[in-house]
Nanobody, 123 residues
């Protein structure tokens, strides 16, 4: 059973940086897609970044050049490095996992989710 636990959220000023972590367990024998999503009140969950099972990455247009997803395979930790943060990046951020991802940035692709970590960016 895959378990995901996010951490690293907090409050930062616009232009600042933050690094989110997602500790993953229970998928040692399966190639998984790992992703970050975010959600604000009144809107659907948005795919932010994904690391596909083939090792490639996908990013939402809104975060390209600012966010970087990476993985420490030895420690089973997924990261999201967020730079040049903007107020519109404010959201609850979730990590997710799935055994495959034809659509890496679509929420329906993922069947395992973390509890979320709040990111607040002030202007």
């Amino acid at each position: 059973q895959v378990q995901l636990v996010e951490s690293g959220g907090g409050s930062v000023q616009a232009g600042g940086s933050l690094r989110l972590s997602c500790a993953a367990s229970g998928y040692e024998y399966i190639r998984y897609c790992l992703a970050w999503f975010r959600q604000v009140v009144g809107k659907e969950r948005e795919g932010v970044a994904a690391i596909r099972d083939d090792g490639g990455t996908n990013y939402a247009d809104s975060v390209k050049g600012r966010f970087t997803a990476s993985q420490d395979k030895f420690k089973n930790i997924l990261y999201l490095q967020m730079n040049s943060l903007k107020p519109e990046d404010t959201a609850m951020y979730y990590c997710a996992a799935a055994p495959g991802c034809l659509y890496p940035l679509r929420a329906f692709t993922y069947n395992y989710w973390g509890q979320g970590t709040q990111v607040t960016v002030s202007s």
